[in-house]
């Protein structure tokens, strides 16, 4: 997971770049078997800004899908060894002066011999949401945001009590 926002005031996405990898030797997860790098998870594509929470294998997907001009259709099939987690992508792009963001929920179904269904739910956010938060530090941010915090300090906060945050923040600006 991550934490990402999206401000369509100023025209920037924020984001944190951990990308954890879990090493699964049984049902219970312990804090060993989680190990983290840092990665990219914002990308430009035919002038729309992608990022998102969930994961990166998922998220690569829609990113690909965007840069072949193809749309998201209701449900896809992929075939992939590693395991994936439910994804949130949030898809911005500037017209006329303006920021719209695209909301894509990506349920993800494990099937046999490693494919993978997944259900793509979209939502266009209506004009009135001036800030989007994704990922596993959401609540954590929405709360700093609300006290006041910028964007960068609210992933900071939310990367001092999310394992899945860290404190490294990257910022596009939506072309």
Not at 20 to 32: A, D, L, M, P, Q
Not at 43 to 54: K, Y
Not at 99 to 112: E, F, I, N, R
Not at 132 to 142: C, K, N, P, Q
């Amino acid at each position: 997971m991550t934490t990402v926002i999206v401000n369509r005031k100023t025209g920037k996405v924020y984001s944190d770049s951990r990308l954890t990898h879990i090493n699964i030797s049984g049902v219970f997860r312990t804090k060993e078997e989680y190990s983290y790098t840092k990665t990219d998870k914002i990308f430009s594509v035919h002038n729309h800004i992608i990022t998102g929470g969930g994961s990166l294998r998922i998220l690569q997907e829609v990113v690909d899908r965007f840069h072949m001009k193809k749309s998201l259709p209701g449900v896809f099939y992929f075939r992939d060894k590693y395991d994936c987690d439910n994804t949130c992508a949030l898809v911005t792009k500037k017209t006329l002066g303006e920021c719209h963001t695209a909301s894509y929920d990506l349920v993800v179904q494990h099937l046999p011999f490693g494919w993978k269904r997944v259900k793509v739910t979209k939502e266009f956010l209506g004009e009135d949401i001036s800030l989007s938060v994704r990922g596993s530090g959401m609540g954590l941010a929405i709360g700093a945001l609300e006290q006041g915090a910028t964007p960068e300090e609210a992933i900071k906060i939310a990367s001092r009590h999310d394992m899945y945050t860290d404190d490294t923040i990257r910022i596009f600006d939506v072309p």
